[in-house]
């Protein structure tokens, strides 16, 4: 339905914004109006955005909700504050006065109303602090989310088919070379020998292997009628100007005899060579349909990297005509129960937090570039939600972005509680001056301190969004 998003870079930083950054806001200031209403503290203003003021959305009681020109932030301005810092008494009982003369022109209830200095300390902490408590439960539902639609995870391993016998009565002959067995009997499998234990324990038996090729899949039944696959050396690299190149050794070459003797397992090439030096050797290699002895003498001080004979091997299993190799690893989606999705959400969160603790002694070790760790203003935010975006609809996997909303939600949460000044921390940090010293800061200092803080973050803001215009974060993306 939104494929016509994948390549639109402007319009998928467009929908991102709208899909990760205003939610996000949102949730962060409802946080704050519900612990407002709990606590009693008086609402005037739920924004989103910062002024101007565009328009006002609605009014519900007390609170009017606006909407506001700078896409930035959001807030929630209770009774008793301006935009930035507290009020002083005067601004206050003024602002009382209007709101109660409003509210029975309308002819809506007032109630009290509780200014937010004027509430508990407890009270307003828990109002300070409800909004990132709101992003964080998010991101854990949100987490949560990701783990039960499904989460890609290893689920088994595959067989390389790198050889076919050529004899179109083969039990083998509905194979190719270049395939991968995926599953035996729908059933998913570790590694190729488990594969091949399997198979020689259904003896006489008629199976179903999963068979892929470039991304097709499909079934094949056969009969299993070898007994034990033979042991293979499958010649992955040659080494150039090496005794294994000068003897004609090719890659994807067969080593099935060394000295006429087939081989009982895998590391009886190595071991041969370990214990005979430089001693001439004869391969026995097949290549297609054809098999040729190669004769060469390996040598007692090769390159670094090379080995005795210059060649890279993986150990292959001859299934009468049917060659194997280790294949990949395949990449699955696991759809977690409910406990188990919650204990995924809890180590995202868990990692989330050790790697943002870890930050500051990865800069100073150099393990990280500073460029990669650097701040990213809303732009850069929607820039790479919108690539994330793209990813999730191509791959058709919903994981993608709704982890990125949720590390999103998780970033803008423990920002707040930062102890910086005008953010949600640094508010806390009076109370808790009040709590311990018995009395509060006077609304003027701690408005001069809030307004200072605002200027600094708006400045710092200014500063990222014309660095993410002249150097767009995306860029860093691989």
């Known amino acids: 339905m939104l494929e016509f998003l994948v390549g639109n870079n402007t319009l998928s930083t467009i929908v991102a914004f709208g899909l990760v950054l205003i939610p996000a806001i949102f949730i962060h200031e409802a946080g704050h109006y519900l612990a407002a209403r709990a606590t009693g503290i008086a609402i005037l203003e739920f924004g989103i955005g910062f002024p101007p003021r565009a328009c006002v959305l609605g009014r519900r009681g007390a609170t009017i909700y606006t909407l506001n020109w700078l896409p930035i932030g959001g807030f929630v301005r209770p009774l008793g504050e301006s935009f930035v810092h507290p009020q002083g008494e005067e601004a206050l009982d003024a602002d009382r006065r209007r709101l109660l003369l409003e509210l029975s022109e309308s002819g809506a209830s007032t109630g009290r109303l509780l200014a937010l200095n004027e509430a508990r300390p407890l009270a307003r902490i828990l109002f300070m602090a409800a909004g990132s408590a709101a992003n964080l439960l998010t991101a854990t539902l949100l987490f949560v989310l990701v783990g039960m639609v499904g989460i890609p995870t290893i689920v088994g391993g595959s067989a390389g088919i790198v050889a076919v016998s050529g004899n179109s009565k083969s039990q083998w002959s509905g194979f190719q070379q270049n395939e991968n067995i995926t599953r035996l009997e729908g059933q998913y499998f570790e590694s190729a020998e488990e594969l091949l234990s399997r198979l020689v324990m259904l003896q006489g038996e008629t199976i179903s292997l999963t068979v892929t090729r470039e991304g097709e899949e499909r079934d094949v039944r056969i009969p299993v009628s070898f007994l034990e696959p033979d042991s293979q050396v499958y010649v992955v690299q040659v080494a150039s100007a090496s005794p294994a190149e000068r003897a004609g050794v090719l890659p994807a070459d067969r080593i099935v005899a060394l000295n006429g003797q087939a081989f009982a397992g895998f590391t009886d090439l190595p071991d041969h060579m370990r214990r005979n030096g430089s001693e001439e050797i004869v391969l026995t290699v097949e290549r297609g349909e054809n098999r040729l002895d190669l004769a060469l003498t390996p040598r007692l001080n090769p390159p670094e990297g090379e080995g005795a004979i210059g060649i890279g091997i993986v150990p292959a299993w001859n299934l009468d005509g049917l060659v194997l190799v280790e294949g990949g ?83 803008l949460g423990i920002t707040n509680l930062l102890p910086l000044p005008a953010l949600d921390g640094g508010r806390i940090l009076f109370v808790l001056y009040e709590l311990i010293v018995g009395r509060p800061v006077s609304p003027e200092r701690e408005g001069m301190v809030h307004l200072f803080g605002m200027v600094l973050l708006l400045s710092l803001m200014c500063v990222t969004i014309v660095n993410d215009l002249m150097n767009p974060v995306t860029a860093l993306l691989p």
């Open 329 to 411: 690893w395949q990449e699955g989606i696991a759809r977690l129960s409910l406990p188990e999705a919650l204990r995924f959400s809890a180590d995202q969160l868990h990692l989330f937090i050790r790697t943002l603790v870890s930050l500051p002694g990865q800069l100073l070790s150099g393990s990280l570039r500073p460029e990669e760790t650097r701040l990213m203003s809303p732009l850069a935010i929607s820039q790479v939600g919108g690539r994330f975006l793209q990813d999730s609809i191509a791959e058709n996997q919903p994981y993608i972005i709704l982890s990125f909303v949720a590390l999103i939600s998780i970033a």
